[in-house]
């Protein structure tokens, strides 16, 4: 469990510091073995890591794909409101910086 908020810890800071590549790893590790479980937490985790993906490729000026991936994002999403889980304010904080990214990518 304390892998698990150290994980979504780094996450958050990876997409501060715009490493979104390292932050999409930070959630790989712990998304990556429960992959195929069928659990709204891992999907949402999944959307997650799309939305690092998303803004690895706008960074990288790839606005098509980049575009592409941020609609699996959005899918995801609105899982957070049927995630049962101890870390569901951290995902919400999570949320709230990919918003604030998205934002600062459309206002460039």
């Not at 590549?21 to 590790?29: C, F, V």
């Not at 794909?65 to 049962?84: A, C, E, F, G, T």
């Amino acid at each position: 469990m304390i892998e698990h908020k150290k994980h979504l810890n780094n996450f958050i800071q990876n997409l501060r510091d715009e490493k979104f590549y390292d932050a999409h790893e930070d959630l790989e590790a712990i998304w990556f073995t429960r992959r195929f479980e069928e659990s709204d937490e891992i999907k949402l985790l999944k959307g997650f890591i799309n939305a690092s993906v998303s803004f690895e490729l706008l960074k990288k000026g790839k606005a098509e794909p980049s575009q592409r991936v941020w609609k699996n994002y959005l899918k995801y999403r609105d899982l957070i409101h049927s995630v049962n889980s101890p870390y569901i304010d951290k995902y919400h904080q999570i949320i709230e910086e990919i918003e604030k990214i998205k934002k600062s990518f459309i206002n460039l």
